[in-house]
């Protein structure tokens, strides 16, 4: 018996092992294959969207550090998150992206490895970028405090965002379930409510693991 509705977010392990985490390595099951002479429809999408993304992420990335193989890593960030975003809306199924150690993981270790490299190598650029042009020297020792904390709650506003987008979606979906009873006379209305909110759910599925990709670009971008 369910205690609550946060309750169907909880992992469940059998033999000392969180099987439902294992989601995550059986979605690569959900991308199609390359090695086929005629490629199917799915695979030809697949492929369509593949090169729609790199247009994507390379208009996003400035010159001065474009170069090859530089939109791999948000064009592999999106179709994981994406997959996942999606696996997770069928019945009966572990969203692994409703959890904060979920974005976490992806967020903060890309998040700290393009700042390192930044503050490492381009030091003075990154001084320069804690003091906006023009601002009143009497407001320096401020606006410098804004920046880093602005810069330290990237990480958590990515991962946050992510996590509460789904759980607000998987709730309200459980709640519409919860209300359907087949003998009411409303039961028509309710499924096909639940039907609109399931699409509204894929959608968000799309945008928000774009969002996380483009976001992520974005701050590996804006230095230069």
């Known amino acids: 018996?369910?205690?609550?509705?946060?309750?169907?977010?909880?992992?469940?392990?059998?033999?000392?092992?969180p099987l439902n985490w294992m989601i995550m390595i059986l979605t690569i099951l959900m991308i199609p294959l390359q090695f086929w002479m005629n490629k199917s429809r799915i695979s030809n999408f697949f492929n369509m969207m593949l090169k729609s993304l790199h247009k994507e992420f390379s208009a996003l990335f400035t010159?001065?550090?474009?170069?090859?193989?530089?939109?791999?890593?948000?064009?592999?960030?999106?179709?994981?998150?994406?997959l996942n975003n999606i696996s997770s809306n069928f019945p009966y199924n572990f969203c692994s992206s409703a959890?904060?150690?979920?974005?976490?993981?992806l967020s903060i270790p890309i998040w700290m490895s393009i700042i390192l490299?930044?503050?490492?190598?381009?030091?003075?650029?990154m001084l320069s970028h804690l003091v906006p042009t023009g601002t009143p020297n009497m407001l320096m020792p401020l606006m410098v405090l804004i920046e880093l904390t602005s810069n330290i709650i990237r990480p958590?506003?990515?991962?946050?965002?992510l996590t509460a987008n789904?759980?607000?979606?998987?709730?309200?979906?459980?709640?519409?379930?919860?209300?359907?009873?087949?003998?009411?006379?409303?039961?028509?209305?309710?499924?096909?409510?639940?039907?609109?909110?399931?699409?509204?759910?894929?959608?968000?599925?799309?945008?928000?693991?774009?969002?996380?990709?483009?976001?992520?670009?974005?701050?590996s971008s804006e230095i230069y």
């Open 1 to 17: 018996m369910m205690m609550s509705l946060f309750s169907m977010f909880d992992p469940s392990a059998a033999f000392n092992m």
């Open 63 to 82: 010159k001065t550090i474009l170069m090859k193989g530089s939109t791999l890593m948000p064009i592999t960030l999106f179709i994981m998150i994406f």
């Open 99 to 105: 959890h904060l150690s979920f974005s976490m993981s």
């Open 117 to 125: 490299f930044f503050w490492m190598n381009l030091t003075k650029t």
């Open 156 to 161: 958590m506003a990515l991962a946050v965002r």
């Open 166 to 219: 789904l759980i607000a979606g998987h709730l309200l979906m459980a709640l519409l379930g919860n209300t359907m009873n087949i003998t009411s006379i409303y039961w028509p209305m309710i499924m096909l409510i639940q039907t609109m909110f399931l699409m509204f759910e894929l959608m968000v599925a799309i945008i928000q693991s774009y969002v996380f990709s483009v976001l992520m670009t974005l701050y």
